[in-house]
């Protein structure tokens, strides 16, 4: 999966389609992403010893990997969603190292 922990994406289907933000967790074995503030879902907490109270529970929701993109904008308005290709180097023990770059702009993530 061309998609990691702390990548900043973008939605680009669906109802939160443009919306922003860090990926949480990745959930490999499902192809979804969770996304910090994107496709929030109500969550039903009974009252436990913990929270007393119990009530609604906010959450993310996870999201497909297919409709998220990498952001390589700078500031959090600059909106540049960018695919994910793979180039291999050499360190400087002379072994092969796989990076992640931008197909857009060509500098490695």
Not at 70 to 93: D, L, P, Q, R, W
Request: aromatic content about 2%; hydrophobic content about 30%; charged content about 35%.
């Amino acid at each position: 999966m061309k998609i990691k922990k702390n990548d900043k994406v973008v939605v680009i289907a669906g109802k939160e389609k443009g919306k922003t933000g860090m990926v949480k967790e990745v959930i490999s074995s499902k192809n979804m992403v969770i996304v910090e503030g994107v496709n929030m879902r109500k969550h039903h907490v009974k009252p436990t010893q913990q929270n007393p109270e119990g009530g609604l529970l906010e959450q993310e929701g996870p999201l497909d990997v297919s409709n998220v993109m990498i952001n390589i904008g700078k500031s959090k308005k600059e909106v540049i969603a960018t695919k994910i290709s793979y180039k291999s180097e050499f360190n400087k023990n002379g072994k092969v190292v796989k990076k992640r770059y931008s197909k857009k702009t060509k500098e490695i993530l």
